[in-house]
């Protein structure tokens, strides 16, 4: 199979609801969506840093080397965390845009507005529950995002389909 079939293949069809919004902003820019399946398993194994990571991370990008962009949106919660290795593989001509921290932002302006902000000094809790056994994307989390977490509580689910 050609290298141009398989970058078809991963082409997601449509332009999901990043693309859509750029072009509802600017219909003239260029945009592409590219599926990158592997990545949230290689964040949940961990592997931030990982050989296999950068080689997967070189496969994926290739073609916005070969026909380069000036843009990136990491549009999964998963991806921020891969944001040094997308970064070095794409150079540091290329803007990497966070759609967790932008989304971070707009609930942070959402409870202003409705004036629901804590206190800045305010000093939250952070309480856990999962339906599984916690596995290594925990550990990554709780690292990445620098968490200070008590006993994580693994508890059925309250309404099965």
């Given at each position: 199979?050609?290298?141009?079939?398989?970058l078809?293949?991963?082409?997601?069809p449509?332009l999901?609801?990043?693309?859509?919004?750029?072009?509802a902003?600017?219909?003239?820019v260029?945009?592409?969506?590219?599926?990158?399946?592997l990545?949230?398993?290689?964040?949940?194994?961990?592997?931030?840093d990982?050989e296999?990571?950068?080689?997967?991370?070189?496969?994926?990008l290739?073609?916005?080397?070969k026909?380069?962009?000036?843009?990136?949106?990491?549009g999964?919660?998963?991806?921020?965390?891969?944001?040094?290795?997308?970064?070095?593989?794409?150079?540091?001509?290329?803007?990497?845009?966070?759609?967790?921290?932008?989304c971070?932002?707009a609930?942070?302006?959402?409870?202003?507005?409705?004036?629901l902000?804590?206190?800045?000094?305010?000093v939250g809790q952070?309480?856990?529950?999962?339906t599984?056994?916690?596995?290594?994307?925990?550990d990554?989390?709780?690292e990445?995002?620098?968490?200070?977490?008590?006993?994580?509580?693994?508890?059925p689910?309250?309404h099965?389909?």
């Open positions: 199979m050609a290298s141009d079939d398989l078809e293949q991963r082409h997601r449509g999901g609801v990043h693309g859509r919004a750029i072009r902003e600017n219909p003239d260029r945009v592409t969506a590219l599926a990158c399946p990545f949230v398993p290689m964040v949940e194994e961990g592997w931030i990982h296999a990571t950068h080689l997967i991370a070189e496969e994926y290739a073609p916005f080397v026909d380069p962009i000036d843009t990136l949106v990491l999964c919660t998963h991806y921020p965390l891969l944001r040094e290795a997308i970064g070095r593989f794409l150079g540091e001509s290329v803007t990497l845009v966070d759609s967790a921290q932008n971070a932002t609930v942070m302006r959402l409870l202003e507005e409705e004036d902000r804590a206190d800045l000094d305010a952070l309480s856990v529950a999962l599984d056994p916690p596995d290594a994307f925990l990554v989390a709780i990445a995002l620098q968490l200070d977490l008590g006993p994580v509580q693994v508890r689910v309250l099965p389909r």
